[in-house]
């Protein structure tokens, strides 16, 4: 019998509030009629000491109650062994559970960890049956049963095998699943009322707390399984880690990096910090880290922001865990991509469109694309075009027309704005029809101000509106198109209807933009010209956004750069044909196919570097492989802790003082916690009762 938490014992001493309280307590007086008061002498009154405690039944049942309370929080357990007696001999089935996550990179562990394992596998005797995995966030069977039906194997040579090749040690801690795993292992194994077979579960770590579940969920193994716990390194003395780093491009060349820097300890630490790019040091700065504390440092220096670069954050300390004291990143340059804008010269109006979309989309402002005008007889190679062509057309000739509709097959994109004419007919019958959009002339006879529409519906669902789904954004009510043409549009899968303008009545609305996919290809269509007197959008907030998410729309996605951490399997990135692979810490490359088995799980951090061909042609793209911030934690859970934790039980020793073998075994664990709440339950319910009896007689008796 023990205690988790005996220091809250002390709570006992609150016994002696119920016994104060009825020990002053003065029973009530009932008072006696009496005429008069006239000839009694006056007498002086005299205190009395009470001689007995009134409610003594109460009084005990309130004690109890706090005692009751107090139990319950120093967390009461046992354990209790039965024996099998002097002359039982069973066979036993050994799952050898071994941690090889990145916790086990520090100072002396992996080491303590082989030791362990050679003792363990010493212990076993021949005629037991015994199984290896090997677990991080993942877990691993090394060494498998042997199942029935199979033919006999020498599971102790495969085993020593096994834990002789053990891979590095590289991800995080996941101890629910390693168990699950290894307890699903003793399935396979034979068991009979004649011949049991016991069933031991060696779990070698350094019991980790990070390991846990946050939530406080755990796994809980079968009364038949015991766990043997072989508990490496305690709590690691000092350990700092940087646990994040931030890239923020700012203007005038300059890169911000912002890091942070944790220290796992239990005592201040004095460190530095060092900014690395491309290899070099460019700045240090001197840290003084407070007891299991982080703080943020923060280095701006110049960089060629067309380039891209590698970013690390180091710490320049000696701990217990040198793994994680860098942090690596990727500087990517925002690639600017080009928009190509055909202009129709028959129509005045398109010299003021131009105007606008140069000022929505200027050279001083940081974009990611810039417009670019394209003359379609100039160019007559569609395949060397942009990616997406901004398109303002009332009458282009028919080759041009042509030419924009064999793009679009292509697999181009195109944002058609029309003029104030409307589309030319050569654009309408080669690319318009293709769409399922038909044009029915202009909405209004003539532009006036005095006639106008607005939005009546904006499909926030899509992807060009989405961004706008916030109420300080969705407002467009001050948008007025005092003109447009009004399409008809047969909605299907591949054309869909954006944003709808008022019609004449509710019901009758018209199509304000239009997304429909043309064979390969993909087409924007608005409805209504830039021109400042058809519609006052240009003038308005909206405008910008409503173009920028319009071309962000066509443009195709570009590979983003990922991130990854120890311990989890790399992936080619998509629509690369990889024929390179430069893994971190190595300067050589590889083809993919060499690589298969060490690309299927990454087990250093650094850089990790692809070299292929995408769309684009030949690349090459880096990403950053980190420590998991997790396993920088140097606190550990007792072996006590754990158990209870899991709710498992501790194996029964080995009882071998004759040499006979004789073993113990179902050693059952209780923690006595919710038989004394029911207890406390119970005491408040007759503490409860006795005191509404007594209140009641009271009442009676006056």
């Known amino acids: 019998m023990g205690l988790l938490a005996p220091w809250l014992l002390g709570g006992l001493a609150f ?60 967390r009461p357990f046992n354990f209790a062994v039965a024996s099998l007696g002097p002359e039982t001999q069973i066979a036993t089935a050994h799952v050898l559970l071994v941690d090889v996550s990145a916790s086990m990179l520090a100072d002396g562990q992996q080491a303590a960890r082989d030791g362990a394992l050679a003792t363990l596998l010493d212990s076993i005797g021949a005629e037991d049956d015994v199984a290896v995995v090997i677990f991080d966030d993942t877990q691993e069977v090394r060494v498998p049963f042997v199942a029935a039906g199979e033919a006999p194997r020498d599971q102790r040579a495969l085993a020593e095998k096994a834990l002789q090749d053990l891979p590095e040690a590289a991800g995080g801690t996941d101890y629910r699943g390693a168990l699950a795993k290894a307890e699903s ?95 070099d040091v460019l700045e240090e700065q001197a840290l003084v880290l407070p007891a299991l504390g982080s703080r943020t440092v923060s280095f701006r220096v110049p960089v060629d922001s067309t380039q891209e670069h590698r970013v690390a954050v180091q710490v320049m300390k000696s701990d217990a865990l040198t793994a994680d004291n860098q942090f690596f990143a990727v500087y990517r340059p925002e690639k600017q991509r080009e928009i190509g804008v055909v202009l129709d010269g028959t129509d005045a109006g398109v010299a003021g469109a131009a105007r606008f979309l140069a000022a929505a989309v200027a050279e001083s402002q940081p974009l990611p694309w810039t417009l670019t005008p394209l003359h379609v007889e100039e160019r007559p190679d569609i395949t060397a075009w942009p990616e997406v062509l901004v398109v303002v057309d009332s009458g282009l000739d028919e080759v041009s027309a042509r030419k924009i509709g064999a793009y679009v097959a292509q697999g181009g994109r195109v944002l058609l704005i029309p003029g104030t004419k409307g589309f030319g007919a050569a654009l309408t019958s080669t690319l318009l029809q293709e769409t399922g959009v038909t044009g029915a002339g202009r909405r209004f006879e003539a532009v006036s101000d005095s006639q106008f529409a607005t939005f009546s519906w904006l499909n926030f669902e899509s992807a060009l509106f989405q961004n706008f789904r916030d109420p300080a954004y969705s407002d467009f009510s001050m948008v007025r198109f005092n003109n447009f043409f009004a399409f008809s549009v047969e909605e299907s899968e591949t054309t869909q209807v954006l944003a709808r303008l008022e019609g004449e009545q509710v019901g009758r609305e018209y199509p304000g933009l239009i997304s429909a996919e043309v064979a390969s290809g993909q087409v924007v269509i608005w409805t209504f010209p830039l021109d ?14 409503v173009l920028h998410e319009s071309i962000a729309l066509l443009l195709p996605r570009l590979f983003s750069g990922r991130s990854w951490q120890t311990g989890q399997r790399a992936t080619s990135p998509v629509a690369m044909d990889v024929d390179e692979v430069v893994l971190p810490g190595e300067s050589d490359g590889n083809g993919p196919d060499e690589l298969a088995p060490e690309l299927a799980r990454l087990v250093q951090s650094g850089y990790l570097e692809w070299a292929g061909t995408d769309t684009a042609g030949e690349s090459r793209v880096t990403e950053a492989v980190n420590l998991p911030f997790r396993e920088s934690d140097g606190h550990r859970f007792s072996e006590e802790e754990f158990r209870l934790r899991l709710g498992t039980t501790a194996p029964a020793a080995l ?8 073993v113990a075994q179902d050693v059952v664990h209780w923690e006595h916690g919710y038989a004394v709440l029911a207890l406390l339950l119970g005491a408040y319910v007759m503490e409860a009762g006795l005191s509404l009896w007594l209140g009641q007689r009271q009442r009676r008796e006056s």
């Not at 931030?246 to 890091?259: C, D, G, S």
């Open 15 to 74: 016994l002696a509030v119920p016994w104060i309280i009825h020990r002053k307590r003065k029973p009530p007086r009932n008072p006696t009629p009496f005429s008069s008061l006239m000839f009694v002498p006056d007498v002086a009154p005299t205190s009395k000491a009470r001689k007995r405690i009134e409610n003594p039944w109460l009084m005990a049942l309130r004690m109890l109650l706090l005692a009751l309370l107090a139990l319950a929080y120093a």
């Open 185 to 279: 292992l003793f399935r396979g194994v034979r068991q009979s009322d004649d011949e049991p077979v016991r069933q031991v579960i060696h779990l070698v770590s350094d019991l980790q707390r990070s390991g846990m579940p946050s939530d406080g969920t755990s796994f809980t193994l079968s009364e038949s399984t015991e766990l043997d716990i072989v508990v490496l390194e305690p709590e690691l003395a000092m350990n700092v880690s940087v646990a994040d780093v931030a890239l923020i491009p700012e203007k005038k060349e300059h890169l911000l990096v912002r890091a942070r820097v944790q220290n796992h300890g239990a005592a201040a630490v004095e460190c530095s910090g060092a900014l690395l790019i491309d290899n």
């Open 532 to 545: 400042p007197a058809w519609s006052n959008l240009t003038r308005t907030r909206r405008f910008v956004p």
């Open 655 to 662: 009882d071998d003082t004759e040499g006979e073998g004789q």
